[in-house]
């Protein structure tokens, strides 16, 4: 439950209060693809959003490790791709282990989710990762989507990026891709769609006679331009749609490694890392004439780990994305006047490779949602951290209140100090 403010009144003069966001998309993408929270966990996640005036929740709903919501034309991407054999995923020393693990959202389950949010005036952003990040669909339909089908295949046990990805020169493939998205758009109805993109392994279209004839017949020698090409149809495919139907599409920056002519020029890419630093990928865009969304791996992904104390939690990171170094990051920092106007927004983003309960997401999310929040809402210059930290003290009640599981560090005089948060 949200924080009841009406447990509490005050009163004010007459005053005049000029308000506004800096920007307009004001992001926070959950990663359930590697691991499952449910209903009830995203609809709190949605209080917290709206809380903090946050109002595009970017939900990642496919991943290597799991395929998280019911496609009625293909019911094994949820009877095969949302099932594994673990629980915990398998990294460098650790191994998987052997527990069954599922979960995924019925339709029924995403229009209330949709509603929720909509009630809340935050718009549901939906990623279908394709054609990389596969590997639980791959397994799912291998005659449609692998490479070589004749291999076994099964729902990834590990972190990491898998080679197994969808042969994008496969028509049948190609036709599967945008069923799905036909039954995406009536359910999520903002007129934005996440493709991915990112990571994609070009290992097994170069090994593919496929795929290589489908790259000489476009002309190229990049494999990467395999990715684009298939894009090209899908957004072919939802150009000819009713414009009530019709959307535009995200990705992440990867896609500027191929021929982004084939792709529409509406197209907006979130900028997080690859060859180059975030803001460089941002501006990339923004100079092509792309919209950009800025959601920097480092610090805005609030999965990683916010403190090198040695209690704190396995998570990916070395505890340098704390609090301070959240806020501390300034958005659009350097962009040419002349193409400020490209920028959307900024982003928060939360890969579960290493969270598995809704304990350990609350822990990790809060404070430091409320410092992208802050960045994504108030003027640079009327930003100072010392302020900040001070202010954040007050959320505790509301935390309290709500249920959240929150990271104490900020809320003692030394968050450096393991005796001074256990004593609090």
């Known amino acids: 439950m949200p924080y009841d403010v009406s447990r509490s009144s005050a009163s004010l003069p007459f005053v005049t209060i000029v308000d506004k966001p800096r920007f307009g998309w004001r992001g926070f993408m959950l990663d359930e693809g590697r691991h499952f929270f449910g209903k009830d966990e995203v609809k709190k996640v949605l209080d917290m959003m709206a809380a903090h005036k946050m109002n595009r929740f970017h939900w990642h709903l496919t991943e290597d490790q799991g395929w998280r919501i019911e496609i009625k034309q293909y019911p094994l991407l949820t009877q095969v791709g949302a099932k594994r054999k673990s629980k915990s995923l398998g990294w460098a020393q650790l191994e998987p282990d052997t527990l069954d693990y599922d979960g995924f959202y019925t339709q029924d389950d995403i229009r209330e989710i949709v509603a929720y949010a909509k009630d809340r005036f935050i718009h549901i952003v939906p990623e279908i990762d394709i054609p990389g990040h596969t590997q639980a669909?791959?397994?799912?339909?291998?005659?449609?989507?692998?490479?070589?089908?004749?291999?076994?295949?099964?729902?990834?046990?590990?972190?990491?990026?898998?080679?197994?990805?969808?042969?994008?020169?496969?028509?049948?493939?190609?036709?599967?891709?945008?069923?799905?998205?036909?039954?995406?758009?009536?359910?999520?109805?903002?007129?934005?769609?996440?493709?991915?993109?990112?990571?994609?392994?070009?290992?097994?279209?170069?090994?593919?006679?496929?795929?290589?004839?489908?790259l000489d017949s476009i002309g190229s020698d990049n494999f990467r331009d395999l990715q684009l090409n298939f894009y090209r149809q899908i957004a072919a495919h939802i150009a000819a749609k009713p414009k009530s139907e019709q959307r535009h599409l995200i990705f992440w920056n990867e896609v500027l490694h191929g021929n982004t002519d084939m792709l529409p020029s509406d197209i907006t890419i979130m900028a997080w890392i690859g060859k180059q630093p975030a803001e460089k990928a941002a501006m990339e865009a923004a100079r092509r004439g792309m919209n950009a969304i800025l959601t920097p791996q480092i610090p805005y992904y609030i999965?990683?780990?916010?403190?090198?104390?040695?209690?704190?939690?396995?998570?990916?990171?070395?505890?340098?994305?704390?609090?301070?170094?959240?806020?501390?990051?300034?958005?659009?920092n350097g962009v040419p006047a002349e193409l400020a106007d490209k920028y959307m927004g900024i982003?928060?983003?939360?890969?579960?490779?290493?969270?598995?309960?809704?304990?350990?997401?609350?822990?990790?999310?809060?404070?430091?949602?409320?410092?992208?929040?802050?960045?994504?809402?108030t003027p640079q210059e009327c930003r100072d951290y010392t302020d900040f930290r001070n202010r954040i003290r007050t959320l505790?009640?509301?935390?309290?209140?709500?249920?959240?599981?929150?990271?104490?560090?900020?809320?003692?005089?030394?968050?450096?100090?393991?005796?001074a948060i256990d004593a609090d």
Request: aromatic share 12%; proline share 9%; hydrophobic share 35%.
């Open 137 to 214: 669909a791959v397994a799912s339909y291998p005659e449609i989507l692998a490479c070589d089908p004749e291999k076994p295949h099964e729902v990834w046990r590990y972190q990491g990026v898998s080679t197994d990805v969808m042969n994008v020169s496969n028509p049948a493939a190609v036709k599967m891709s945008t069923d799905i998205i036909d039954e995406l758009i009536p359910l999520f109805p903002f007129p934005y769609l996440h493709l991915g993109g990112d990571e994609c392994p070009t290992d097994k279209w170069e090994q593919n006679s496929q795929c290589r004839a489908q």
């Open 347 to 377: 982003q928060a983003n939360f890969w579960s490779e290493y969270v598995i309960t809704p304990e350990f997401l609350e822990y990790l999310m809060m404070p430091r949602l409320s410092a992208v929040a802050e960045a994504a809402w």
């Open 303 to 332: 999965n990683r780990r916010q403190s090198k104390l040695a209690t704190e939690p396995v998570s990916q990171g070395a505890g340098t994305e704390n609090l301070e170094a959240v806020y501390n990051y300034v958005p659009m």
């Open 396 to 419: 505790k009640p509301m935390l309290d209140a709500a249920g959240w599981n929150y990271a104490p560090h900020e809320f003692v005089n030394d968050p450096d100090n393991q005796s």
